[in-house]
C-alpha cells in the first residue's frame, strides 16, 4: 500500500457528480482528498494524470473465475489479473462452478483464495438451486451470512415458476439480489446461435428471442407480486429492453445488464464478414457486423457462440437505446473463458462464452462514448455506481473516507488487443487483432497499484 497522489487528471465521479480537473490523494489504503490544490505530504508517490480519466474502481458484475473445478480454463489469481489490466478493481464472481458454489463452505474457499490470490476485490454469488440443478433452493440464509452478495443460477436458469416464487420470497427476507439468467428452454431447446436469416442460411439450430423474453417476463411478474430485486442478466433481445423499460416506469424492482459483444457484433458475424471503420471514426461501413481497422472474420468462428447468442441489427440498436436511456443498467463482460481445445470443435460442439475483462472497457468507449451516444460520466456510472447499489457494496465512490479503489484511463488510446498478451489463461475473445480505443492505464485496489501500463 502507497500514498499517492493523482495530480491533474479529469476526475468523474457519478456517484457524487464530480466532473473537473482536479487531484485525488490516496493516504493509508483510504482517499484522503479530492479537488485543486490539495496539500500534499512529503513523502506521497506523484503520479501526473493529465490527459487521463480519473474515477472510481470499474465494478464488472458478471465475471466466471472457474474455481474451484475448471481451473485450467481460469484461476482467481489469472481472471483477476486480467480484470486489473481492464481497468477493473472489483468482480462479482458466478457461481456455476464444479462443485457450485451453494453452500457456506464452498463460499469460505472462495474468500479464502481470493485473499491470498486476487490481484482485485472479488464479491461472491451463490446459486439460487442447489448445484445449479433447478430442483431444491440452496440455504440462502446461510449462503448470506457466509458473504454472498447476490443469488443466481446463471448459465442456467429455474425453469419452476414456483420455486422460483420461492427464492424470491427469501430473497426479501435476507436483501439479497435475484441475478437470471434468462433462457425458456422449452422454446430454446438445442439451438447454437439466433433464429433468423443466418441460422437458416448457415445451417444452425436457431435460438429465439422469445426464449430469452418469456422469462423475462416471468421476472418482471414475480418481482412485482413479491416486491423482490430481481437483476436479468446479459440481455441480448429488443422486445427484452421494451419489457423491462415498461416494468420500470410501473415502479416494479427489476435491472438489467448489457455486454459489450451484444452492442458490438450481430449474428451475421458467425457468417464472416469484412468489417472497416468509417471515414469519420465513428460510424461503421458495415453498421450491422462491428468495426475495427480491417480484418476478416472466418465463418462458423466458435468465438462468436455466446449465451444468449449474437443477435440482429434491430436488437443490437435496441440494447445500445436501453443502455442509453438507463433501461439497462449496467455494463457487464459475462467473462466466460475456455480452454483452447474446447472450442477448436464444430459450432455446435463448442461451449458458450467469450472472455471480456481485458476489452470491455475498450468496446463500451468505442461504441458508446467515441459515437457520441452516451456521456463518459453516464458510461462510468454503468460500471461503478450502479453495481454498487444494485449489489450493496462499498465501493464505486471517491468519496473522502472510502476504500481508495481508483480506475485512471485515457480514452483516446488507440491500441492493437493481443491475445498472446492477455493476462486470462483463455483466449477465446473475438476482438483479438482489434484496434481499439480507450485502455485502462492504472488500477489502484484498496491505495496498492495493481496494473500500470
Given amino acids: 500500500m502507497n500514498d499517492i497522489a493523482l495530480l491533474g487528471g479529469r476526475i468523474i465521479d457519478p456517484?457524487?457528480?464530480?466532473?473537473?480537473?482536479?487531484?485525488?490523494?490516496?493516504?493509508?489504503?483510504?482517499?484522503?482528498?479530492?479537488?485543486?490544490?490539495?496539500?500534499?505530504?512529503?513523502?506521497?508517490?506523484?503520479?501526473?494524470?493529465?490527459?487521463?480519466?480519473?474515477?472510481?474502481?470499474?465494478?464488472?458484475?458478471?465475471?466466471h473465475l472457474r474455481e474451484p473445478g475448471q481451473s485450467a480454463k481460469e484461476t482467481i489469481e489469472t481472471g483477476t489479473r486480467a480484470a486489473a489490466r481492464g481497468g477493473f478493481t472489483s468482480v462479482v464472481c458466478m457461481p456455476n462452478t464444479n462443485p457450485a458454489i451453494d453452500n457456506p463452505a464452498n463460499v469460505a474457499l472462495?474468500?479464502?483464495?481470493?485473499?491470498?490470490?486476487?490481484?482485485?476485490?472479488?464479491?461472491?454469488?451463490?446459486?439460487?438451486?442447489?448445484?445449479?440443478?433447478?430442483?431444491?433452493?440452496?440455504?440462502?440464509?446461510?449462503?448470506?451470512?457466509?458473504?454472498?452478495?447476490?443469488?443466481?443460477?446463471?448459465?442456467?436458469?429455474?425453469?419452476?415458476?414456483?420455486?422460483?416464487?420461492?427464492?424470491?420470497?427469501?430473497?426479501?427476507?435476507?436483501?439479497?439480489?435475484?441475478?437470471?439468467?434468462?433462457?425458456d428452454y422449452s422454446l430454446v431447446t438445442d439451438g447454437v446461435m439466433h433464429e433468423g436469416y443466418w441460422s437458416i442460411a448457415l445451417g444452425l439450430r436457431g435460438w429465439p428471442s422469445i426464449g430469452e423474453e418469456m422469462i423475462v417476463v416471468r421476472n418482471i411478474m414475480l418481482a412485482g407480486l413479491t416486491g423482490a430485486k430481481v437483476h436479468c442478466q446479459h440481455i441480448s433481445s429488443r422486445k427484452s429492453v421494451e419489457l423491462i423499460r415498461e416494468a420500470k416506469k410501473q415502479g416494479i424492482k427489476i435491472t438489467a445488464e448489457a455486454c459489450p459483444h451484444h452492442f458490438t457484433l450481430t449474428d451475421n458475424a458467425i457468417a464472416g464478414s469484412e468489417k472497416f471503420w468509417g471515414d469519420d471514426g465513428k460510424e461503421l461501413i458495415e453498421d450491422d457486423v462491428g468495426f475495427s481497422d480491417s480484418a476478416f472474420w472466418y465463418s462458423y468462428d466458435t468465438n462468436f457462440k455466446v449465451s444468449p447468442p449474437l443477435r440482429s441489427k434491430e436488437d443490437r440498436k435496441a440494447i445500445i437505446e436501453g443502455i442509453v436511456d438507463g433501461t439497462l443498467d449496467i455494463i457487464a463482460s459475462d467473462h466466460a473463458p475456455h480452454c483452447l481445445y474446447e472450442k477448436e470443435v464444430e459450432f455446435d460442439n463448442a461451449p458458450f462464452g467469450v472472455t471480456g475483462l481485458e476489452s470491455i472497457l475498450s468496446l463500451s468507449l468505442m461504441r458508446l462514448y467515441h459515437t457520441g451516444k452516451l456521456g463518459l460520466s453516464d458510461l462510468i456510472a454503468k460500471m461503478t455506481i450502479n453495481p454498487s447499489r444494485i449489489f450493496s457494496l462499498d465501493r464505486g465512490t471517491l468519496g473522502i473516507g472510502k476504500v481508495a479503489d481508483v480506475s485512471v484511463f485515457n480514452p483516446d488510446t488507440e491500441w492493437v488487443f493481443d491475445l498472446n498478451e492477455s493476462a486470462s489463461k483463455s483466449r477465446n475473445s473475438p476482438f483479438g487483432g482489434w484496434k481499439l480505443k480507450g485502455r485502462a492505464i492504472l488500477t489502484i485496489v484498496s491505495g496498492k497499484i495493481v496494473n500500470r501500463l
Fill in 110 to 183: 472462495i474468500h479464502e483464495k481470493a485473499t491470498r490470490e486476487a490481484m482485485v476485490n472479488v464479491f461472491i454469488t451463490g446459486a439460487i438451486t442447489k448445484g445449479i440443478a433447478g430442483e431444491e433452493l440452496s440455504p440462502i440464509g446461510s449462503l448470506k451470512k457466509a458473504g454472498v452478495v447476490a443469488i443466481t443460477d446463471d448459465g442456467h436458469c429455474v425453469q419452476n415458476n414456483e420455486l422460483m416464487r420461492r427464492a424470491l420470497e427469501y430473497s426479501i427476507m435476507f436483501d439479497l439480489p435475484v441475478l437470471d439468467h434468462c433462457q
Fill in 15 to 63: 456517484a457524487n457528480n464530480l466532473d473537473f480537473q482536479g487531484d485525488v490523494l490516496i493516504i493509508d489504503g483510504k482517499i484522503s482528498g479530492v479537488g485543486q490544490d490539495i496539500n500534499l505530504p512529503s513523502e506521497v508517490e506523484k503520479i501526473n494524470a493529465r490527459g487521463l480519466v480519473v474515477c472510481p474502481g470499474l465494478i464488472d458484475s458478471h465475471t
